[in-house]
């Protein structure tokens, strides 16, 4: 529902912006957003427009019945800055004629230390990625450091006829570009297993419960991937990926739950298994497939760590409730301890995010609470 409600507040503000145009001149970026989770400093710097990924295009059409030279006005803004970060105006050097359509614009000839081509700068026109994070301590820090934060920066370009002048832009045609920054942050997993190198515990559910944390970034799908060793050679450190055989690999997106993965598969007993969470890396050389003309045909993925479990239908394990009760007990709250000390006990199960778990998924969810406050409450 969040990514359907995101796409039409988009859709909404690009009405906005073909409501935006004068009766002499149409404009549109084409597209008009991308998301990525991690965008470098150096594709948008100005002062090497010629090395910037190709990541939009400006469109623009006189639709009038008059031929004339136009003011251009490009602002460069960032989410977390109340005014934008880099304005520059300049004025196209020759007429464009009565329905006539300019050569294409592109954040190359917008985010440039220079005009773009065929037009000549009003006042100073002075863009490069020092003056961009001037004043904003945050972006400049980041910037620095060679990656843009987490927010959004966008391009907006503005046009009217010379004989509008340039002072006021309330009659401009305008359109805006922006680049969504999004970072997908780390992918930790919960449950089940343990990371590679630490005694793997024994599962003996099926369907298994499938746990991780990740930051929802509202673009990012998640893929699943399981690995099978035999019980006679258990998966090594730095072997892991190319030993074994892959037993289940499936994209977990499209309307499933995007932290948890359940479903009946053919386990051995005996046998181990290796898993981990994944995601396609979006950047500036292959944003999200809502827009972007630069395509990387490898983009890399954003991966958790492995944690590897043994499988074992046999295994019975009758006192769950008890390491339960134990777990509880370890986490030394008074308001919890009153409740175990007056003769509640553990059911065996955890109801977490609407789901109910046991067994070593229990156990394991348990385990996030350590060195956490806690509140307790009781109901009926």
């Not at 470098?40 to 090395?51: F, I, Q």
């Not at 019945?65 to 304005?87: C, M, N, Q």
């Not at 954003?302 to 339960?324: C, G, N």
Request: glycine letters at 8%; hydrophobic letters at 40%.
């Amino acid at each position: 529902m969040k990514r359907h409600l995101g796409l039409s507040s988009l859709l909404l503000l690009a009405c906005f912006a073909l409501w935006g145009q004068n009766s002499f001149l149409n404009t549109q970026f084409t597209p008009h957003y991308i998301f990525v989770n991690s965008l470098k400093s150096s594709s948008l710097d100005p002062e090497a427009a010629w090395a910037q990924p190709i990541l939009t295009m400006l469109q623009i059409s006189n639709v009038s019945t008059t031929s004339f030279r136009f003011y251009l006005k490009v602002d460069i803004s960032w989410s977390g800055a109340s005014e934008p970060l880099l304005t520059g105006i300049c004025l196209s050097e020759q007429e464009l004629p009565a329905g006539g359509t300019f050569a294409a614009l592109t954040n190359q000839d917008l985010l440039n230390s220079v005009p773009p081509a065929g037009f000549a700068a009003v006042g100073d026109w002075d863009f490069s990625l020092d003056h961009m994070t001037e004043g904003t301590t945050v972006l400049k820090n980041a910037v620095q450091a060679g990656f843009f934060p987490a927010g959004s920066m966008s391009v907006k370009a503005s046009l009217q006829p010379e004989a509008m002048g340039y002072t006021d832009w309330s009659q401009a045609s305008t359109s805006t570009f922006t680049i969504y920054v999004r970072s997908a942050g780390v992918i930790q997993l919960l449950s089940p297993g343990a990371p590679i190198g630490v005694n793997p515990p024994v599962i003996s559910d099926n369907p298994v419960d499938f746990l991780w944390n990740a930051i929802d970034t509202g673009v990012n799908d998640y893929q699943i991937t399981i690995r099978e060793y035999p019980a006679n050679l258990p998966p090594q450190p730095g072997s892991l990926a190319n030993t074994g055989s892959v037993f289940y690999d499936h994209a977990t997106g499209g309307g499933v739950d995007q932290y948890s993965f359940a479903r009946f598969l053919p386990f051995v007993p005996g046998n181990y298994y290796a898993w981990r969470i994944s995601t396609t890396q979006f950047t500036e050389f292959h944003p999200t497939s809502s827009g972007g003309i630069w395509r990387d045909d490898d983009p890399g993925l954003i991966a958790s760590d492995w944690y590897v479990f043994r499988y074992d239908s046999t295994e019975l394990e009758t006192d769950i409730p008890q390491r339960i009760n134990a777990h509880l007990n370890s986490l030394d709250n008074p308001e919890l301890r009153k409740l175990l000390d007056s003769g509640f006990f553990p059911t065996g199960s955890v109801l977490w995010q609407g789901k109910q778990y046991s067994g070593q998924a229990a156990l394991d969810l348990l385990e996030m609470l350590k060195g956490k406050d806690c509140k307790v409450r009781v109901w009926e």
